[in-house]
């Protein structure tokens, strides 16, 4: 006789969800005794049943687990029953353990109950409700309104936050932004320093990817309306490969991340840091905000601090990482890929001899590297010989050169800065507002209208001078609705800007046109620079900024076709006539 246990599953379920909010209730809120013993005797009850539920599931399912996900829920249940054991039969917790002595290990145990029970879950996308434009944008404003209620928790922040602050922070953390209208550093506890840095891993690569892998990971497969979902959102050529590009993209987002946070940690001087756990997370946090391009530094001035200014070899971790990140997924993945090829042919002799193959590196790749390439060399160019005997003044030699590097490339959705920005010359101001406008690469963790739209746009110049009639590039055409595309997301982007400054400018008038300009191109290119006004806008004004963060993170080519409806592919064509363009 087979018992029925989705009961069970269903009881498992919510209570590891309970389990979840006590887990943000205790780091929220500030607990008396008594309130602490409530919630901790609640947790070995979340334990308690989620043990249930994994063995009655393997009960039931005998057979039909996948290998990987077996080693997960094995090593959780080992470490929740070893927790067990060492409350409940040892007396006083981790008495014998000093490495465990900290509760905080109970609330990861019951992390990961609410991993294997919400993991059981299946999730049927349905583009009848939502096409995948609409999920997309759908996604960051769940995301962003979850981390403005954390934000806005009691021990997130020393003295409390107001919803606009904590609206304004939670979107400039999801669209991995940069600019704040409070202290990162000092405003917030640790706690809301860590809610601020889950935002932005969460938001540089999508929740829609991690929930969709995890998904994957756990049940092992997916519905032909999930995958082609997608498979618009991942920019994968093939059904088949949904999942591989989720997991490459995944894998080297924090293989990438732990190698900038070791290097981070080697450049620090412990004497800059109270205690070696402090210089740890200031090394994740800025690793993590680095790659995803975010900004966000628990220092008062970003890396322009007294410590860290002269910091070249941080300075020059910190540019290896932002530019990765800004490169995009597939770009890394097929250098990887190039790489690798590389590197066989160069071993390979005789008969295992690899052989020639010219597309390794796509026209995607070449255009973007190029691309980007030229612009940072330009750019550093310029820097260097404007601003030499202005912001670069304070540093000699060597600290010239990675200073203005770094003034050259942050400026295109990085956001960190190690010069006074206020200081600029007005010509290095001009130049800045067209890299940041220009911004990073396509499916990377930047914004901006890409450097793909720049070159296509470029490239029509080019094409019309010529009297050609057609784009072509390494000998191959690019795609007209390519090239449509480009100028839609230029024309949108100047639309959007032209906006947000006319609107600040009526809510803001004490402000100089050229500071509320920087402050809108920077926010719709997620770039975080600023002259220094963010934290003195009006509640008007900062929504207007935030909006603009959103826009510039989703795309508005994104929000506009999540808008309207798609129309059926029509059979005829109207006679074509041309208009007079000058």
């Not at 583009?127 to 759908?138: D, S």
């Not at 938001?203 to 998904?215: D, E, H, N, Q, R």
């Not at 932002?322 to 160069?346: E, M, Q």
Request: aromatic letters at 16%; hydrophobic letters at 50%.
């Amino acid at each position: 006789m087979k018992f029925d246990l989705k009961p069970l599953y269903i009881i498992a379920l919510w209570t590891s969800i309970l389990g979840l909010i006590a887990f943000i209730s205790d780091f929220g809120f500030s607990q008396s005794d008594f309130s602490q013993q409530l919630l901790d005797g609640f947790y070995f009850v979340v334990l308690g049943v989620g043990i249930i539920s994994t063995f009655a599931r393997y009960f039931d399912n005998f057979g039909l687990i996948k290998r990987k996900v077996f080693v997960f829920d094995f090593l959780s249940i080992c470490f929740t029953l070893w927790i067990f054991y060492m409350y409940l039969f040892l007396g006083v917790p981790f008495e014998t353990d000093l490495l465990l002595e900290n509760p905080i290990w109970v609330r990861i145990a019951v992390l990961f109950t609410f991993i294997r029970e919400f993991s059981e879950i299946k999730f049927n996308y349905k583009r009848t409700l939502l096409n995948p434009a609409q999920l997309f944008v759908a996604s960051f404003l769940m995301i962003i309104f979850i981390g403005t209620f954390l934000l806005m928790l009691p021990n997130s922040t020393h003295q409390g936050i107001s919803f606009i602050d904590a609206l304004f922070t939670s979107t400039s953390a999801v669209c991995v932004t940069g600019l704040i209208v409070v202290d990162t550093g000092s405003y917030f506890t640790e706690f809301g320093q860590i809610i601020i840095m889950v935002l932005i891993q969460v938001g540089g690569l999508g929740i829609l990817t991690f929930a969709s892998y995890f998904s994957y990971f756990f049940k092992g497969g997916a519905t032909y309306e999930n995958q082609l979902a997608l498979s618009d959102m991942t920019s994968s050529k093939k059904l088949g490969e949904v999942f591989s590009t989720l997991k490459y993209i995944i894998l080297i987002t924090f293989s990438i991340e732990l190698f900038s946070g070791v290097l981070i940690y080697s450049s620090l001087e412990a004497d800059n840091f109270q205690s070696q756990y402090d210089q740890i997370f200031f090394s994740v946090f800025h690793s993590i905000s680095a790659f995803c391009n975010a900004g966000f530094s628990t220092l008062s001035n970003s890396l322009y601090e007294d410590g860290f200014k002269y910091n070249y070899f941080l300075q020059l971790t910190i540019i290896l990482s932002f530019v990765l990140g800004g490169l995009g997924f597939p770009i890394v993945s097929n250098i990887i890929n190039y790489l690798k090829y590389r590197l066989r042919k160069l071993l390979s002799f005789g008969k295992n001899k690899v052989s020639y193959r010219p597309w390794v590196l796509n026209i995607n790749s070449r255009i973007t590297l190029i691309t980007t390439l030229s612009i940072s060399a330009i750019a550093f160019i310029g820097f260097f010989a404007l601003e030499y005997n202005n912001t670069l003044s304070e540093h000699n030699g060597f600290g010239k050169v990675v200073t203005a590097l770094f003034g050259a490339t942050t400026p295109r959705t990085a956001g960190f800065n190690t010069i006074d920005t206020a200081s600029m010359l007005f010509p290095t101001t001009m130049m800045v507002f067209l890299l940041m406008w220009i911004g990073a690469s396509p499916a990377s963790t930047g914004g901006g209208i890409k450097t793909s739209t720049f070159a296509i746009a470029t490239l029509n110049i080019l094409s019309l001078a010529k009297g050609k009639t057609r784009i072509e590039v390494f000998r191959r055409e690019i795609a007209d609705l390519s090239v449509r595309r480009a100028f839609a997301i230029i024309s949108l982007s100047l639309i959007v800007l032209g906006a947000g400054i006319m609107l600040i400018s009526m809510f803001d008038s004490d402000k100089s046109l050229i500071n509320i300009a920087f402050e809108c191109f920077s926010a719709y290119s997620t770039v975080g620079l600023s002259l220094g006004i963010t934290a003195d806008l009006s509640n008007e004004s900062k929504l207007i900024i935030t909006a603009i963060m959103f826009v510039g993170r989703v795309s508005m080519l994104t929000i506009v076709i999540a808008i309207f409806n798609k129309i059926k592919h029509k059979n005829y064509r109207y006679p074509t006539e041309e208009i007079t363009i000058n």
